[in-house]
């Protein structure tokens, strides 16, 4: 699976962004996804993440009610919507993805992913 994110831009605080995160191969469709971010001088921090088979979703508490994943099987992406930005938003973000089945996925654990993005900027100004 390659992974190509896309999305990031600069936004005043309050605005709204999408990402999306294309991935190739046939593979997608049984994987499960995750949104990951990483500020300067921080470590990389999870964000969201959905089943292969949109089952379940999972936020960090600092976006949660803001921030909505969701994926479209038929055209290999995810996406994060991120409403009411807030410059603790500014950071890279990352797609990530694992097959699904992998033994001790943890959605919210960077290790629990094989595969990962290239990552896009996200920067929210006061």
């Known amino acids: 699976v390659q992974l190509q994110a896309s999305g990031g831009g600069l936004v005043q605080a309050g605005g709204s962004l999408r990402l999306s995160c294309a991935a190739s191969g046939r593979a997608f469709s049984s994987s499960h996804m995750g949104w990951f971010r990483q500020a300067p001088g921080k470590e990389r921090e999870f964000v969201s993440a959905?089943?292969?088979?949109?089952?379940?979703?999972y936020y960090a508490d600092s976006v949660k009610g803001r921030f909505t994943i969701s994926r479209d099987n038929a055209q290999n992406t995810v996406y994060l919507q991120m409403n009411t930005l807030k410059p603790e938003d500014t950071a890279v973000y990352y797609c990530?993805?694992?097959?699904?089945?992998?033994?001790?996925?943890?959605?919210?654990?960077?290790?629990?992913?094989?595969?990962w993005g290239q990552g896009t900027q996200v920067t929210v100004s006061s």
């Open positions: 959905i089943r292969w088979n949109i089952a379940s979703t």
């Open positions: 990530a993805a694992t097959i699904s089945g992998v033994i001790g996925y943890s959605p919210t654990r960077a290790g629990s992913y094989n595969y």
